[in-house]
């Protein structure tokens, strides 16, 4: 099977003018197939107090009412996605930006009201990997922005990590897939204060007993749980990594964590 | 040679929620290859205002500062787009959302500086005909922002009539194109206060001493100059017609002003 490349980048990344440049850089360098889901960072978070809107947290997911849609369509799907895409044409790499409604790429439900009302946030039911497959055959290169649809015409605000694994989940029916997690850290540390502690090689035996001893917590945990996941629904190899280190992901010296499930 | 349509959709029935809504209900019907142009309308003067930045213009086109590019690119690219898109989808109709910068649809230059510096604005260069064709094969029907890029990493602001008007010419190469302007109001009028003062045909001699009479002005003078240009560079039929009226499009049996060369 012919590999590909799903590539989440991380939002202190896109904060960073400079950073996001050269990941992009790098990006735009990485051979053959490749899609890049990128994150939304705090733009959206500055337009939303610039308008006089209020910023809902629950648990560090974002609550999105009308209002707060239409500042994350504004900045994920035009601000931000737009951005990245005239940046990669500039370095020959044809990008084409899509949120999940474009090309019905990703279909999905309403988050259901149970304690919290979430409000316009989708759970992923479908990713459309033909329409994807159909772009990529003719060299185009998918950029997408953390929104989905419902298919009854209203968009959704969808966690990017997830949008990486369901999508490479999906595509792992017909691609060798490498879902890479690019951040601003060098791995999964065993120390947060210490970023040469870069844990190289995560299987679920060792991930059980890290999340026993407190080693592995907060945000990283529903990306690693997405890994495992991932790993089980047919995806090749997952590696969170250092995005600097993107340059090294094709002759395999990089540093950063490979996830494996054995 | 197959038939194409490529419809211009202006800003005061973007504005309007339920005249958009049937538009696109009428648009997702029309049997056949299509793609679809929209203007901004008020939506990005409105986030401009509540961002607290000064909307500038000169001769009725707007002046687009590094704030205001963000403005246009959120709106057009990020809100109206997949507003429209979305809606689509929910019709069937399965709809891709692009500026300029997607797939490199559209390459612009940035307005030279004259007499007055317009900013962001971009003057068209090059429209890619195979990237739309590609989509159009296999059933996409593209729906453009009015935004380009400069191929350096720019997003440039963008005439969504010229946007009509240079695609349908870059698709007449390999398509039987009909450029349809749909608006609010029935067709080009003689009398503006007269809905009945429809002029139903319109060659180059007759706009010619309209002109002279003063019977056509102000915004109608731009978008003619742009319809007789592209009849002339192997546009097969311009139309400008109201929104509603594109359910008739088919039957032939429309209310609206047809233009031809002779």
């Known amino acids: 099977m012919e590999k590909l490349y799903v590539i989440k980048i991380g939002g202190n990344v896109i904060d960073n003018a400079e950073k996001l440049h050269l990941f992009l850089k790098n990006f735009a360098l990485l051979k053959g197939k490749k899609i890049l889901i990128h994150g939304g960072g705090k733009i959206a978070t500055q337009v939303a107090d610039r308008l006089g ?5 629950h648990n560090g997911r974002r609550i999105t009412d009308q209002a707060m849609l239409e500042v994350v369509q504004m900045v994920y799907g035009g601000l931000v996605n737009k951005n990245i895409v005239s940046i990669l044409q500039a370095m020959s790499c044809n990008a084409v930006g899509l949120t999940g409604a474009d090309l019905n790429i990703i279909k999905a439900v ?3 009201v149970k304690d919290i009302d979430y409000g316009f946030v989708g759970d992923i039911a479908q990713v459309n990997q033909e329409a994807l497959a159909y772009l990529l055959d003719n060299g185009y290169i998918p950029i997408l922005a953390p929104l989905t649809h419902d298919g009854k015409g209203n968009m959704l605000n969808t966690n990017a990590d997830t949008i990486a694994s369901e999508t490479t989940i999906a595509m792992s029916a017909t691609y060798q897939t490498h879902l890479l997690y690019c951040f601003e850290k060098k791995g999964v540390l ?11 090689s995560l299987n679920e035996k060792n991930y059980a007993e890290y999340l026993a001893q407190n080693v592995i917590f907060a945000g990283m945990i529903p990306k690693l749980d997405n890994a495992f996941s991932a790993l089980k629904k047919g995806v090749h190899e997952v590696v969170i990594l250092e995005a600097d280190n993107l340059q090294n992901i094709e002759n395999r010296h990089f540093i950063g964590t490979r996830i494996t499930l054995y």
């Not at 065993?190 to 502690?197: L, Q």
Request: proline share 5%.
């Open 53 to 57: 809107l209020e910023v809902k947290m």
């Open 110 to 112: 309403k988050r259901p």
């Open 190 to 200: 065993k120390d947060v204060n210490d970023e040469n502690s870069v844990i190289t």
